[in-house]
């Protein structure tokens, strides 16, 4: 599941086509937005080139004090992506070093649905996903912890991430 990774290079190829400058798209470390991009940096007429992604699903936000683009799919586009995602629980993988990401997993896709949110959340499972296997593995404690500190204030579950790692726990066992 490379879809984060094929939607940046989108972006990188449509602004590459609008400017001259040298410039980097890449996953952004926060979970405010998907990516990150420096083309501000060097470029003045941005407003074109914020059309042409918001025409493909992406919006932008410069954050004034970096000068970089914060750049994050339209909830159109989040639903779009997130629609083609199994909803299914996957079956209890084999190998126990998956079992946590299966109960993350489960938890998750037992939640009611509300949309992709919370995104932030989301976003980072998403990121997580596409990294190396033990990445994930190793942020799995983390993402219980948040869920559970969700849970106590009543708030509602990103059942949006367990479609995520429902599609990564398929992908998985599909490796083994």
Known sequence: MNILHDAGQL???????????????????????????????FSKNT??????????????????????????????????????????????????????????????????????KPLPIVRNVWKLSEDRPSILLKAIPQLHAQCAQLQRLHKPLPYSAGCILAMWLYEQEAQQ
């Not at 190829?13 to 890449?26: A, K, T």
Request: one cysteine or more; a negative charge.
């Open 11 to 41: 972006a990188f190829r449509l602004l590459s086509e609008e400017s001259e400058h040298r410039f980097f798209v890449r996953i952004a470390s926060q979970n405010d937005c998907l990516w990150v991009c420096d083309l501000p940096r």
């Open 47 to 116: 407003e074109q080139m914020e059309s042409m992604l918001l025409s493909h699903g992406m919006i932008c936000q410069l954050n004034s004090h970096t000068k970089l683009w914060h750049i994050d799919w339209t909830e159109d586009q989040y639903q779009r992506a997130l629609s083609d995602l199994p909803s299914a629980l996957p079956k209890l993988p084999q190998s126990e070093e998956l079992h946590p990401a299966y109960a993350l997993c489960r938890l998750l896709l037992h939640a009611k649905q509300t949309a992709g």
